[in-house]
């Protein structure tokens, strides 16, 4: 996968590097390294992401993570992931759509490319709620990653 940086260039999901992003890097044999999607920001409003191109890992099964670092009481978070063959069009659906998260956690789940043989990009979209009218501004800290569906248990044998 190849992650969008300054310049045009490529940043891995260490940010002090730059580069080409494979899901299970040669220079961390037997270790677990993730491609974020989306690194960690603090946000009050929807959004999303930088479009990520899939490279190699068109086609895949990978698992999701997202991570909430930060909320508020009484708001709520939606993360969904969104598939394009061009870039450009995103569709009416999202291709893994988490349901509303209350709290701060990780939670995973798996981003089936399989199923989706003509997208070659992704993005990360997300949808703040407060619960309700009295409450303030929401705010939430969170981050999301890939990683390949074996890539665990590679490391556990390794």
Same mark, same amino acid.
């Given at each position: 996968m190849r992650v969008p940086g300054p310049a045009g260039s490529c940043s891995s999901a260490d940010p002090q590097t730059a580069g080409d992003v494979s899901l299970v890097n040669s220079q961390?044999?037997?270790?677990?390294? !993730?491609?974020?999607?989306?690194?960690?920001? =603090?946000?009050?409003?929807?959004?999303?992401? !930088? =479009?990520?191109?899939?490279?190699?890992?068109?086609?895949?099964?990978? =698992?999701?993570?997202?991570?909430?670092?930060?909320?508020?009481?009484?708001?709520?978070?939606?993360?969904?992931?969104?598939?394009?063959?061009?870039?450009?069009?995103?569709?009416?659906? !999202?291709?893994?759509?988490y349901p509303r998260k209350l709290y701060c956690g990780l939670y995973s789940t798996l981003l089936n490319l399989s199923a989706h043989p003509d997208v070659r990009y992704v993005r990360v979209q997300w949808k703040a709620h407060r619960l309700s009218k009295n409450d303030s501004e !929401?705010?939430?800290?969170?981050?999301?990653?890939?990683?390949?569906?074996?890539?665990?248990? =590679?490391a556990a044998v390794a």
């Amino acid at each position: 996968m190849r992650v969008p940086g300054p310049a045009g260039s490529c940043s891995s999901a260490d940010p002090q590097t730059a580069g080409d992003v494979s899901l299970v890097n040669s220079q961390y044999k037997g270790m677990i390294v !993730p491609t974020f999607l989306l690194t960690e920001r =603090v946000v009050r409003f929807d959004g999303a992401g !930088p =479009v990520i191109e899939l490279g190699s890992d068109a086609g895949k099964l990978h =698992v999701l993570t997202l991570g909430i670092t930060r909320m508020v009481e009484h708001q709520s978070l939606e993360v969904s992931v969104w598939g394009s063959a061009d870039g450009e069009d995103w569709g009416r659906y !999202p291709i893994a759509k988490y349901p509303r998260k209350l709290y701060c956690g990780l939670y995973s789940t798996l981003l089936n490319l399989s199923a989706h043989p003509d997208v070659r990009y992704v993005r990360v979209q997300w949808k703040a709620h407060r619960l309700s009218k009295n409450d303030s501004e !929401p705010l939430f800290g969170f981050y999301a990653y890939v990683e390949d569906s074996g890539a665990r248990i =590679v490391a556990a044998v390794a």
